[in-house]
């Protein structure tokens, strides 16, 4: 029996509580699990029977969630950890070691930017920065040191969409993995294992959760890489040293990524989402479709009216026909371009404040994906410790706003940006 994205995210995982029937999963606030006994905490420990030893690694409201994920993805399994940047480090961790590489698309969130470029440096791992619109130079970027390829399906913020059947062309070529970041997306508007991702991560901080109330990341797999063939995962195909020998491939297959994220993963980095988290991600997850329907429905509504606003330059928003990405829509994203698009300001910096400072029923902060509707100046805010060149690259140049469109009347949203571009110009 194959059910249908409605009743999966509202399904998948889920089942009555087996102590008390209770029909909502219930938020397990436990730490540990009691053994039955010496036998059963072995047999656990050496991964010969799953189940519950310590909330670090796994609990029973994280695991509905985790599947719930999994499944709407269409992966293998699924590992839920406290946000969306812990998600990043924790799909890297098993391929990369110190010297080796990821080669990047140039359009990303930018605190992933700042992540890529500054942070993982200090394990001795290196991202290597390239325009994916570019085959042939993401396929030059990549060498012997390279272990993964890594983009984000819509980007954020640039109304950018990826040629995900093309890169992951490239990756396979290569021998490697290719990581994709579906968090503007969501599975419901994009499946990229579909369409040739290995890994799928999210910061269920966003749209899967949906009301701004906590943050959580996910990394997806798809189940279906051979991390045997090339050698250069030892990780996954060798003994691990950092759990007594384990062959994860061989023991794990087509679950070995995810076994060796919580084996080892988050039992050593602890990168960890706890049970409250994961039961409002579950309340938000079981709405998912409705949402992302109503999302883009608003934000083709209002980036067709800001398009033909004088005081805006220019909209960059995928969902429009005059998008350079439009046709893309069809093939990656076929049920809409998300939700979040920037617009660049006649009046440049100034007029991006006074805009930002005018506006009433949006919020001027650092997040995306709520019911409300969200604004931002990227450039002096989220994409602040980028360079003018990093800050152009990542679609958040001085004169741009971004905008999360929420779940309001468009016609008061409508107005609302009405007032604030009669203002930023007046
Ligand atoms: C927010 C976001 C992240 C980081 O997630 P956190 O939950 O804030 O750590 C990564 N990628 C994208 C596309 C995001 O929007």
Redesign the pocket.
């Known amino acids: 029996m194959t059910y249908g994205f409605d009743t999966l995210q509202i399904h998948a995982g889920a089942r009555p509580d087996p102590a008390t029937g209770a029909r909502q999963t219930p938020i397990y606030q436990t730490t540990a699990y009691v053994f039955r006994d010496a036998d059963h905490a072995a047999a656990l420990f050496n991964l010969q029977e799953v189940g519950y030893i310590y909330s670090r690694l796994t609990n029973p409201t994280v695991a509905v969630l985790q599947e719930r994920i999994a499944t709407l993805e269409g992966g293998a399994g699924a590992v839920c950890c406290s946000?969306?940047?812990?998600?990043?480090i924790m799909a890297l961790f098993p391929l990369m070691a110190p010297g080796r590489n990821v080669v990047v698309s140039t359009r990303?969130?930018g605190?992933?930017v700042t992540q890529f470029s500054q942070t993982i440096k200090r394990f001795g791992w290196s991202a290597k920065f390239v325009d994916f619109d570019d085959l042939a130079a993401v396929e030059a970027a990549i060498d012997d040191d390279t272990r993964a390829v890594f983009c984000?399906s819509v980007?954020?913020p640039g109304g950018y969409i990826t040629d995900l059947p093309a890169i992951a062309g490239v990756a396979d070529k290569a021998g490697l993995p290719l990581i994709v970041?579906n968090?503007?997306a969501t599975p419901y508007l994009c499946r990229p294992i579909e369409l040739g991702a290995t890994l799928v991560?999210h910061?269920?901080?966003?749209y899967l959760t949906g009301n701004g109330t906590v943050?959580?990341?996910a990394i997806v797999d798809s189940g279906k890489f051979d991390w045997a063939a090339s050698g250069k995962f030892p990780s996954m195909s060798e003994p691990e040293p950092a759990y007594h020998g384990l062959k994860f491939a061989e023991t794990f297959g087509p679950l070995a990524f995810t076994f060796h994220s919580i084996a080892v993963g988050l039992r050593d980095l602890g990168m960890t989402m706890n049970p409250q988290a994961a039961h409002y991600t579950l309340m938000g997850i079981e709405t998912l479709s409705l949402r992302m329907e109503r999302h883009v429905a608003n934000a083709v509504k209002l980036a067709t009216w800001l398009e033909t606003n004088p005081h805006v330059e220019a909209v960059t928003y995928a969902g429009l026909p005059s998008s350079p990405y439009a046709s893309r829509v069809k093939t990656v994203c076929p049920k809409g371009a998300g939700a979040l698009f920037t617009i660049a300001l006649k009046g440049g910096y100034e007029a991006c404040v006074t805009f930002v400072d005018s506006l009433e029923l949006f919020s001027h902060v650092a997040?995306?994906?709520d019911t409300r509707s969200l604004v931002i100046h990227s450039a002096s805010t989220t994409h602040r410790q980028l360079t003018p060149e990093q800050q152009a690259a990542a679609g958040a140049a001085p004169n741009v706003v971004r905008i999360s469109v929420g779940l309001e009347d468009a016609e008061d949203l409508i107005a609302d940006l009405d007032q604030a571009l009669a203002k930023a110009h007046g």
């Open positions: 946000s969306g940047h812990a998600a990043q990303l969130y605190g992933t984000e980007a954020n970041d968090t503007s991560v910061s269920t901080t966003k943050t959580g990341g997040n995306l994906g």
